[in-house]
């Protein structure tokens, strides 16, 4: 099976920086991705990581180790409209399984 | 182009009623999946179908069966309904031919309360 942790709640000013942590465990594994959810609508796609390294796109940004069983996800430039809740979500052949997810609340 | 598509949004059972929830995309896409999501959790995968004519368990698959009908259209149906499956359903697709990627499109959900 698979089992994924990352922190449950992050809360951080407008404009600053913040890092969303996830590490996994399964027993295959094809690759890495980031979903976003705002309250009472479907997730959508944010990237998705199957070699290591940084995958960059606008101001967020994703990471992976997979020696290390490790990814983030980097929110820069934070904005009032990224508070959401981010699910990273581990792809095992044709199946994700996501993490329980990190509420981000931006403040002005 | 829709997207992916979900009837009913909102469905209130009672304990022991049958509904079949409904799924379609207009994206050409081989995979369709169907997800709960329970308060403050993440999506759980109940069923999913790698292609057409294909369904597989997921995560959670008791209580539930599903019909992959065309490449289009995916249904999950309750056959007895329990309150333990008052939840958010979420129904999603994705092109899996693609590999340097991985995509799931999710449409907006149905709300289920079985009272």
């Known amino acids: 099976g698979q089992s994924l942790e990352q922190p449950s709640e992050v809360t951080a000013v407008e404009g600053a920086i913040v890092q969303i942590n996830c590490t996994y465990q399964t027993s295959g594994f094809y690759g890495l991705s980031w979903y976003q959810q705002h309250d009472g609508g479907a997730p959508t796609f944010l990237s998705y990581?199957?070699?290591?390294g940084l995958e960059e796109t606008g101001r967020f940004s994703s990471f992976l180790s997979r020696s290390d069983s490790y990814g983030y996800l980097l929110l820069q430039e934070l904005q009032m409209k990224d508070s959401a809740s981010y699910f990273c979500a581990v792809r095992e052949d044709y199946k994700l399984s996501f993490g329980a997810g990190t509420t981000v609340t931006v403040r002005a | 182009n829709a997207g992916v598509t979900q009837t009913p949004k909102f469905q209130v059972l009672k304990t022991g009623q049958s509904m079949t929830l409904q799924c379609a995309q207009d994206m050409n896409h081989n995979s369709m999946y169907w997800y709960r999501q329970d308060p403050g959790m993440g999506l759980r995968l109940i069923y999913y179908?790698?292609?057409?004519?294909?369904?597989d368990k997921g995560e959670v698959p008791n209580g539930y069966n599903v019909s992959r009908l065309n490449k289009r259209e995916f249904s999950l149906r309750l056959e007895s309904a329990a309150p333990s499956q008052t939840s958010v359903y979420f129904c999603?697709?994705?092109?899996?031919?693609?590999?340097?990627?991985?995509?799931?499109?999710f449409g907006p959900g149905t709300r289920l309360t079985v009272l």
């Open positions: 990581n199957a070699l290591d």
């Open positions: 179908s790698a292609s057409e004519g294909t369904t």
């Open positions: 999603a697709s994705s092109d899996r031919d693609r590999i340097s990627t991985d995509t799931q499109y």
